[in-house]
Nanobody
């Protein structure tokens, strides 16, 4: 069982920045594919960014040029640096670890508002 815990959410003004962190348990972390997803109310959870165990990344169109996903295998942690935040980025952000199965955290709320 992989435990996934997100942190770093909060309230930020439009144009501001936040860095989300996601810690995942397990000695095989370097082999996990990791991803950030977000969900607004009852809408479908959508992919924001993901990174493979080899460090390859891909982003949703809405995140390209503003968000950066990275990982630190020594710390079992993946990050999402979010810049130039917009009100429409407001959502609960979930971290996903994929290693044979999917493991999810409980989410962290990001609110972009003046």
């Amino acid at each position: 069982q992989v435990q996934v815990v997100e942190s770093g959410g909060g309230l930020v003004q439009p144009g501001g920045s936040l860095r989300l962190s996601c810690a995942a348990s397990g000695s095989a972390f370097r082999f996990y594919a990791m991803g950030w997803y977000r969900q607004v109310s009852e809408k479908q959870r959508e992919l924001v960014a993901r990174i493979t165990y080899g460090g390859n990344t891909n982003y949703a169109e809405s995140a390209k040029g503003r968000f950066t996903i990275s990982r630190d295998d020594a710390k079992n942690t993946v990050y999402l640096q979010m810049n130039s935040l917009k009100p429409e980025d407001t959502a609960v952000y979930y971290c996903n670890a994929k290693y044979a199965l999917d493991y999810w955290g409980k989410g962290t709320l990001v609110t972009v508002s003046s």
